[in-house]
T-cell receptor
């Protein structure tokens, strides 16, 4: 029963290059969330996706960052023209169901091991 | 603005010395409060979800409680393997994202 998988675990890029981070949710989960953990800071929400849909991208920087979750394959977080300030740990989480507006039910988000991005 | 504040920032305990971690929150409407444990270099590991004031959940040496404004994570007779960063997060009534606190770094010495 594999958990959330992320790869690569460590990624080094030079300024101006592109970074692609991959996330495979837990088996049966179709809801994916990306979070970023900057050095000495807490986890911050970036984006919430379902298959082929971006549901909430309120935490995504306006430029250079994009995310997708195709019908087949893993979710991808793409960072174009990376800068030193993008160095951080990027975590993916998945849940079985979506939160229902106004209900008292919420579904647990299970996290992957993270990708540690270093920009030189 | 929705906020989650954890205290203390760091806590050092002797093995067997019980204590509590605090998570206070100001949100417009709470759907659920989550506790996670994070070891260095790893992703957050789910511990508990609490939904309503008065609710309590236990797992081994850990017990989480919830009031209308805060949650406590009680650690009874901790062991060195309980050393980790403990994260609190809230999910709002009409949202889907988790809003995290900065965490409490717990060190248990034998």
């Amino acid at each position: 029963n594999a958990g959330v998988m992320q790869n690569p675990r460590h990624l080094v890029r030079r300024r101006g290059q592109e970074a692609r981070l991959r996330c495979s949710p837990m088996k049966g989960h179709s809801h994916v969330y990306w979070y970023r953990q900057l050095p000495e800071e807490g986890l911050k929400f970036m984006v919430y996706l379902q298959k082929e849909n971006i549901i909430d991208e309120s935490g995504m920087p306006k430029e250079r960052f994009s995310a997708e979750f195709p019908k087949e394959g893993p979710s991808i977080l793409r960072i174009q023209q990376v800068v030193r300030g993008d160095s951080a740990a990027y975590f993916c989480a998945s849940s079985l169901r979506a939160p229902s507006g106004g209900s008292h039910f919420t579904d647990t988000q299970y996290f992957g091991p993270g990708t540690r991005l270093t920009v030189l | 603005e929705d906020q989650v504040t954890q205290s203390p920032e760091a806590l050092r305990l002797q093995e067997g010395e019980s204590s509590s971690l605090n998570c206070s929150y100001t949100v417009s409407g709470l759907r659920g409060l989550f506790w996670y444990r994070q070891d260095p270099g790893k992703g957050p590991e789910f511990l508990f979800t609490l939904y309503s004031a008065g609710e309590e959940k236990e797992k081994e040496r850990l017990k989480a409680t919830l009031t209308k404004k805060e949650s406590f994570l009680h650690i009874t007779a901790p062991k060195p393997e309980d050393s980790a960063t403990y994260l609190c997060a809230v999910q709002m009534e009409y949202g889907n994202k988790l809003v995290f606190g900065a965490g409490t770094i717990l060190r248990v010495k034998s």
